[in-house]
T-cell receptor, first 112, second 117 residues
Framework: NAGVTQTPKFQVLKTGQSMTLQCAQD?????MSWYRQDPGMGLRLIHY???????DQGEVPNGYNVSRSTTEDFPLRLLSAAPSQTSVYFC???????????FGPGTRLTVL | AQKITQTQPGMFVQEKEAVTLDCTYD???????LFWYKQPSSGEMIFLIY??????QNATEGRYSLNFQKARKSANLVISASQLGDSAMYFC??????????????FGGGTRVLVKP
């Protein structure tokens, strides 16, 4: 098992550009989520999904879109990047909504 | 109001000694879970230990144990026999009512631990 994988590891964008952060897991986990970590802080939930075709907003969803067309993949889309979205982004998954979440290695995003 | 509070921004510990990392939480939900994650300088988030609100015994995982004091709403992490590789940021996190908002974790601000040889 590769676990939770994220691509890219690093990305630099200009304000207004769009991009998609990729997240995949090969553990047949139902639950997947995206968090962001700002310097010196804990993680905050952006969006989550409890299964294919079902997504919902977390604590800080503005500026981000998600979809879940398959169990394995949960991409995060930034439609028009802003400097405030400079952060480290983590994807996580768990077997169910009541299980321990396991995190991917993270994507470090800088928006200039 | 903060739901997870870690009051120690940073601490030093001597190699082979034990260290306790403080975590207090706030919830009115009777069913919740408490987690500790380790974040080394490489950046990944590593799950360490879990305690459920209804668990009667304190959780243990190898050198990690969780001192769960429900009445005080505290869930302190104890690392025994510290090793140089334990130098990292440690986050306490809480999950409330799994059915309501998926598996949302609320994180504390973290404690940085540096192990001295």
């Amino acid at each position: 098992n590769a676990g939770v994988t994220q691509t890219p590891k690093f990305q630099v964008l200009k304000t207004g550009q769009s991009m998609t952060l990729q997240c995949a897991q090969d553990m047949n986990h139902e639950y997947m989520s995206w968090y962001r970590q700002d310097p010196g802080m804990g993680l905050r939930l952006i969006h989550y999904s409890v299964g294919a075709g079902i997504t919902d907003q977390g604590e800080v969803p503005n500026g981000y879109n998600v979809s879940r067309s398959t169990t394995e993949d949960f991409p995060l889309r930034l439609l028009s990047a802003a400097p405030s979205q400079t952060s480290v982004y983590f994807c996580a998954s768990s077997y169910s909504r009541a299980d321990t979440q396991y995190f991917g290695p993270g994507t470090r995003l800088t928006v200039l | 109001a903060q739901k997870i509070t870690q009051t120690q921004p940073g601490m030093f510990v001597q190699e082979k000694e034990a260290v306790t990392l403080d975590c207090t939480y706030d919830t009115s939900d009777p069913s919740y879970g408490l987690f500790w994650y380790k974040q080394p300088s490489s950046g990944e988030m590593i799950f360490l230990i879990y305690q459920g609100s209804y668990d009667q015994q304190n959780a243990t995982e190898g050198r990690y144990s969780l001192n769960f004091q429900k009445a005080r709403k505290s869930a302190n992490l104890v690392i025994s026999a510290s090793q140089l590789g334990d130098s990292a940021m440690y986050f306490c996190a809480m999950r409330e009512a799994p059915g309501a908002a998926g598996n949302k974790l609320t994180f504390g601000g973290g404690t940085r631990v540096l192990v001295k040889p």
